[in-house]
């Protein structure tokens, strides 16, 4: 009898089948909690990382575009005695290889001019132009090309990814302006008319937009950055002459 109720006391004492499988439940309810928790805050950060990535590299993009337009038209013909040269200075002067031109060409998509970027006494020809999403590559994008004056033609590579400038007239990545402060939308060395525009140009205003691939969970939108820039052109243009930033 006394063995029969020290039974009965230690089955009291355990746990019946239904009781631990709610304890269980509540064990993966709340473990499930965690464990999303966790990942939300590991997709957070990867969302902040993205933003800080995406913000470094427009801002270095446009610090190099920057350093790149301040070197426009240099070097320039009033550095030089070009009496003495051999072979003798091109009919037009915008043409000779040792020499920058300055400004080529000003759209809402693109921009194009010379100048010795990189200090090697050489003029190079720079391209920076917008890439729509047809173009592939994870663009829309903007590509930048460097080749020297005398090789001619261009060598793109992609310099940001995933930008949402427009290129358009209403959303233009490039707006160029006078020494009036007159806007001028596009230009370049095609007419006569273009090329008297672009010896006026004094000032590039610069608009980047850029958005992220990856996509914030909180808000489930691609976090996007933008920043602009206006550079001021320290270099004269030869394109044509008797302007207010022409050289002669």
């Given at each position: 009898m006394?063995?029969?109720?020290?039974?009965?006391?230690?089955?009291?004492?355990g746990?019946?089948?239904?009781?631990?499988?709610?304890?269980?439940?509540?064990?993966?309810?709340?473990t499930g909690a965690?464990?999303?928790?966790?990942?939300?805050?590991?997709?957070?950060?990867?969302?902040?990382?993205?933003?800080?990535?995406i913000?470094?590299?427009?801002?270095?993009?446009?610090?190099?575009l920057?350093?790149?337009?301040?070197?426009?038209?240099?070097?320039?013909?009033?550095?030089?005695?070009t009496?003495?040269?051999?072979?003798?200075?091109?009919?037009?002067?915008?043409?000779?290889?040792?020499?920058?031109?300055?400004?080529?060409?000003?759209?809402?998509?693109?921009?194009?001019f010379?100048?010795?970027?990189?200090?090697?006494?050489?003029?190079?020809?720079?391209?920076?132009k917008?890439?729509?999403?047809?173009?592939?590559?994870?663009c829309?994008?903007?590509?930048?090309?460097?080749?020297?004056?005398p090789?001619?033609?261009?060598?793109?590579?992609?310099?940001v990814?995933?930008?949402?400038?427009a290129?358009?007239?209403?959303?233009p990545?490039?707006?160029?302006?006078?020494?009036?402060?007159?806007a001028?939308?596009?230009?370049?060395?095609?007419?006569?008319?273009?090329?008297?525009?672009?010896?006026n140009?004094?000032t590039i205003?610069?608009t980047?937009?850029?958005k992220?691939?990856?996509?914030?969970?909180k808000?489930?939108?691609?976090?996007e950055?933008?920043?602009?820039?206006?550079?001021?052109?320290?270099?004269?243009?030869?394109?044509?002459?008797?302007?207010?930033?022409?050289?002669?």
């Open positions: 006394t063995q029969r109720l020290k039974k009965e006391s230690f089955a009291r004492l746990f019946s089948l239904l009781e631990l499988m709610i304890v269980m439940l509540i064990l993966s309810v709340i965690v464990f999303s928790q966790i990942s939300m805050m590991q997709q957070r950060a990867r969302t902040e990382q993205s933003k800080l990535d913000f470094q590299e427009s801002r270095e993009f446009m610090d190099q920057g350093r790149d337009l301040h070197q426009t038209g240099y070097p320039n013909i009033r550095m030089f005695d009496s003495g040269w051999s072979p003798a200075l091109n009919a037009t002067p915008r043409n000779d290889s040792r020499l920058a031109a300055g400004l080529l060409k000003i759209a809402p998509d693109e921009i194009i010379e100048g010795d970027v990189d200090g090697d006494g050489q003029v190079d020809v720079l391209d920076y917008l890439i729509p999403a047809s173009g592939g590559n994870n829309p994008c903007l590509q930048r090309s460097q080749v020297l004056k090789a001619g033609g261009t060598v793109f590579s992609t310099a990814q995933n930008v949402q400038t290129g358009t007239t209403a959303d990545m490039f707006v160029a302006y006078k020494s009036d402060e007159t001028v939308a596009s230009a370049d060395t095609t007419t006569a008319g273009g090329l008297t525009t672009l010896a140009i004094k205003q610069i980047l937009k850029v992220s691939s990856i996509v914030d969970p808000t489930q939108q691609a976090p950055t933008s920043l602009g820039a206006i550079v001021t052109l320290g270099n004269c243009s030869i394109a044509a002459t008797g302007q207010s930033m022409s050289c002669q």
